[in-house]
T-cell receptor, first 107, second 110 residues
């Protein structure tokens, strides 16, 4: 029973442009939603979160949007930088991670 | 850095042998987790612990057992290693909404 799905396994974006990463979830009972990023050979690191009672949270270049009616979560990175190239996960608040989306930002 | 140390960092073992991976934390976090990372599967939760001697199964617990006799240590044991358990294993602790991960253990079962 996969509670969150990231349907795009990879995304390629030019430096300076916007990166949009998406998650769809099946369970409406989560208290908050999370985004983590992972570089090769390292453990994931926390990026940003959003409470289930909000629809937007912003932290610098990173903004997370929550559409509860559509059960959809998205992460916007503006402007994208080469250092953002990593795998991004949107785990549930029970820390079920899923398959992730690999973002590549090219010059 | 939540002071999470995984040991060993690399291990090669033979099929059928028992293997124990150790996760040690210095932050006194209540929750601890074990994951495996595999191509095409992302990160999958094996077992987790919500306190000393309190553990529960995750998504892919078959073939694995865990123990937590002290707050700071969470052990993952492969009772009889199989080639399908070749993977990178990550330990994590949790404080509030944020999880902190170790550097990973690369396990190869030959």
């Amino acid at each position: 029973d996969q509670q969150v799905k990231q349907n795009s396994p990879s995304l390629s974006v030019q430096e300076g442009r916007i990166s949009i990463l998406n998650c769809d979830y099946t369970n409406s009972m989560f208290d908050y939603f999370l985004w983590y990023k992972k570089y090769p050979a390292e453990g994931p690191t926390f990026l940003i979160s959003i409470s289930s009672i909000k629809d937007k949270n912003e932290d610098g270049r990173f903004t997370v949007f929550l559409n509860k009616s559509a059960k959809h979560l998205s992460l916007h990175i503006v402007p994208s930088q080469p250092g953002d190239s990593a795998v991004y996960f949107c785990p549930t608040d029970k820390l079920i991670f899923g398959t992730g989306t690999r973002l590549q930002v090219f010059p | 850095d939540a002071g999470i140390t995984q040991s060993p960092r690399h291990k090669v073992t033979e099929t059928g042998t028992p293997v124990t991976l150790r996760c040690h934390q210095t932050e006194n976090h209540r929750y601890m987790y074990w994951y495996r990372q595999d191509p095409g599967h992302g990160l999958r939760l094996i077992h987790y612990s919500y306190g000393v001697k309190d553990t529960d199964k995750g998504e892919v617990s078959d073939g694995y057992s865990v123990s937590r006799s002290k707050t700071e240590d969470f052990l993952l044991t492969l009772e009889s290693a199989t080639s399908s358990q070749t993977s990178v294993y990550f330990c994590a602790t949790r404080m509030g909404t944020e999880a902190f991960f170790g550097q990973g253990t690369r396990l190869t079962v030959v």
